[in-house]
């Protein structure tokens, strides 16, 4: 099979390769296409690549373009890892709004309203390039917001499924806290990518013992150390929220931290040019190991997982494909994947063409949202909260104009007053003019 990474001169895509090289029985790639504008990145990027495929044997041909036509031509799926306006956007979005005393960040709050219109349309475009070249492609979106990026692509009729690496994070790290196979541990994960939260952790299946209160018990101080929360929080909901709840839950406090120090994407762009220059030696032929600390745990094997499953790759036995992936085990001819998808009824309180991350039936047909718990309404107004957010956000994407920007600004809870949000759009107008066609 063939697949597309379109961003593929992303410092992240070595992660990627890695997982496709150690997990080749779950998805057998013949060609894997890097596409990406920026030729020098493409280069080392696409150079470390084929060293890390050599090293592990794998027979796949790797190759490099800068031609979004010729590199997503025939693919099986095309996977979208791209960041419009790159570090240097990302850099703006996490620092404007903290001048009016609002969270910068990169998908959340104001940062990432910017980072939806910057990116919605250009997806958008790819996404029908794909449509034109191969109607039957799947794209794996994990690009971000996934969330407002993914229900673009599904209400324009593209064959999408969205992708981010919290939850295979979660699971690995309570499969280590409880000694288990990753593959042994369901989550009860319910929400909105980036405003989520673990009901209940199981072991075997959605039907099995919930594991949630012997681990909030037991490792509970390390749990909360991991989401720079206090334990008492924990206690008290009685859940574990995903580390972006912080933003709502501790915004003030966040605010404060973010002021003193450098920002992630100024580290992360030192971290970038150190990368970059490892991924130039000839003799690199293995992720290198500060690429841990670049983000994005995990989503190597989240994305085999989920395109193994969409493409009918592996066979294997109850564990899943790989044995050992993110996605838990087999439901007859499907697997279990926490992922962003239509939500059609899943959470009542929503409208059905909402995109939720929730747990998942993953097959050739697409994804097909599992039966959730009852939310408690501290959870469940949150998200209906977010999820109008996130109406109005795709609307000012896709429709353009001030007034648009200033109700998507107005309806997100870590703003929601009019003089913020004035003041925020003409800092979001200002900063993203050149990547915004009616602006």
């Given at each position: 099979?063939?697949?597309?990474?379109?961003g593929g001169?992303?410092t992240y895509?070595?992660?990627?390769?890695?997982?496709?090289?150690?997990l080749?029985?779950?998805l057998?790639i013949?060609?894997?296409v890097?596409v990406?504008?920026a030729?020098d990145r493409?280069g080392l990027?696409?150079?470390?690549?084929?060293r890390?495929?050599?090293?592990?044997g794998?027979?796949?041909?790797i190759?490099?373009?800068?031609d979004l036509d010729?590199?997503?031509?025939?693919?099986?799926?095309?996977?979208?890892?791209?960041?419009?306006g790159?570090?240097a956007?990302r850099?703006q979005?996490?620092?404007?709004?903290?001048?009016?005393?609002?969270?910068?960040?990169e998908?959340?709050?104001?940062?990432?309203?910017a980072?939806a219109?910057r990116?919605?349309?250009?997806?958008?475009d790819?996404?029908?390039r794909?449509?034109?070249?191969?109607?039957?492609?799947w794209?794996?979106d994990f690009?971000n917001?996934?969330?407002i990026?993914?229900?673009a692509l599904l209400?324009?009729g593209?064959?999408?499924?969205?992708?981010?690496?919290?939850?295979?994070?979660?699971?690995?790290k309570?499969?280590?806290?409880?000694?288990?196979?990753?593959s042994?541990?369901?989550?009860d994960?319910?929400?909105?990518?980036?405003l989520?939260?673990?009901?209940?952790?199981?072991?075997?299946g959605?039907?099995?013992?919930d594991m949630?209160?012997?681990?909030l018990a037991?490792?509970g101080?390390?749990?909360?150390?991991?989401?720079?929360l206090p334990r008492?929080?924990l206690d008290r909901?009685g859940?574990?929220p995903s580390?972006?709840l912080?933003?709502?839950?501790?915004?003030?406090e966040?605010v404060?931290e973010?002021?003193?120090k450098?920002?992630?994407?100024?580290?992360?762009?030192a971290?970038?040019?150190?990368l970059?220059a490892?991924?130039?030696?000839?003799?690199?032929d293995?992720?290198?190991?500060?690429?841990?600390q670049?983000?994005g745990?995990?989503y190597s094997?989240?994305?085999v997982?989920?395109?193994s499953?969409?493409l009918?790759?592996?066979?294997?036995?109850?564990e899943?494909?790989?044995?050992?992936g993110?996605g838990?085990?087999?439901a007859?001819?499907s697997?279990?994947?926490?992922v962003n998808?239509?939500n059609n009824?899943?959470l009542?309180?929503l409208?059905?063409d909402?995109?939720i991350e929730?747990?998942?039936t993953v097959d050739?047909?697409g994804?097909?949202?599992?039966?959730?718990p009852?939310i408690d309404?501290l959870?469940?107004?949150l998200i209906?909260n977010?999820t109008?957010y996130e109406?109005l956000?795709?609307?000012a994407a896709?429709?353009?104009?001030?007034?648009?920007?200033?109700?998507a600004?107005?309806?997100?809870?870590l703003?929601?007053?009019?003089?913020?949000?004035?003041e925020?759009?003409d800092?979001?107008?200002?900063?993203?003019?050149?990547?915004l066609?009616w602006?």
């Open positions: 099979m063939k697949l597309a990474v379109v001169g992303s895509t070595p992660e990627l390769i890695d997982g496709f090289a150690r080749r029985d779950t057998p013949s060609e894997l890097l990406d504008p030729a493409l990027v696409g150079g470390l690549a084929r890390i495929f050599a090293k592990q794998h027979p796949g041909v190759t490099t373009t800068s010729a590199g997503i031509a025939d693919a099986d799926a095309v996977l979208l890892q791209l960041r419009v790159g570090q956007a850099l979005d996490e620092t404007w709004p903290l001048e009016c005393g609002c969270v910068g960040q998908t959340t709050g104001a940062g990432g309203l980072k219109l990116t919605v349309p250009v997806v958008l790819i996404a029908e794909v449509r034109r070249t191969n109607p039957n492609a794209i794996i690009t917001p996934v969330g990026v993914t229900r209400q324009a593209h064959k999408a499924v969205g992708l981010c690496n919290v939850a295979i994070g979660f699971q690995r309570f499969a280590a806290r409880l000694d288990v196979a990753p042994d541990v369901f989550l994960h319910v929400g909105l990518n980036h989520s939260w673990e009901l209940g952790v199981r072991i075997g959605p039907e099995s013992t949630l209160p012997k681990l037991e490792h101080d390390a749990i909360a150390d991991d989401l720079h008492s929080v909901l859940v574990v580390y972006y912080r933003y709502f839950y501790a915004h003030d966040v404060r973010l002021g003193g450098p920002s992630r994407a100024a580290e992360v762009a971290m970038e040019k150190e970059l490892m991924y130039g030696d000839p003799k690199l293995e992720k290198p190991a500060l690429l841990a670049r983000g745990a995990f094997e989240a994305a997982d989920l395109a499953s969409l009918g790759g592996g066979r294997g036995g109850p899943g494909p790989s044995g050992k993110g838990g085990r087999r007859g001819g697997r279990y994947q926490v998808a239509y009824g899943t009542p309180f409208p059905d909402a995109v929730v747990q998942a050739g047909s994804a097909t949202p599992l039966a959730v009852a309404p959870y469940a107004g209906a977010v109008a109406d956000a795709l609307e896709l429709r353009g104009g001030r007034d648009r920007v200033f109700r600004l107005l309806a997100h809870p703003i929601g007053q009019y003089a913020y949000a004035d925020l759009t800092k979001l107008l200002a900063h993203n003019r050149e990547h066609a602006a």
